[in-house]
C-alpha cells in the first residue's frame, strides 16, 4: 500500500503549500493526493506535478493520509522529499 512509502519517507511535506514548494524546488520524489480532497486545493499541485514529471499518486483518504504523515489531522496532499 501506497501509506507506506509515506510512513518510511524520513522527510515529508505536508499540506497543500509545502508540498506545491518542494515540488516548485525540485525536491519532491512522489506527491500522494487524497481522493477526497477539495480539487480546487489540489489541481495546480497535481499539473504542477505533471510538468516536472513527478508521480503522483492518489490515496483513498485524507484522514488516513494524515494518519501515515504521523498528525492527528487529515491531510489532503503530501510530498516524499528527496534528500
Known sequence: MSYDKVKQA????????????TVEQGKA?????AKD???RLTIKLVSLCKK???PVTYVDS???LGKA???EVGAAV???VNE
Not at 10 to 21: E, L
Open 37 to 39: 480532497a477539495d480539487p
Open 52 to 54: 516536472m514529471e513527478v
Open 29 to 33: 520524489i512522489e506527491v500522494f493526493v
Open 69 to 71: 504523515c504521523g498528525i
Open 10 to 21: 524520513k522527510n515529508i511535506s505536508v499540506g497543500t503549500k509545502k508540498a506545491t514548494k
Open 78 to 80: 503530501a510530498a516524499v
Open 62 to 64: 485524507m484522514k488516513m
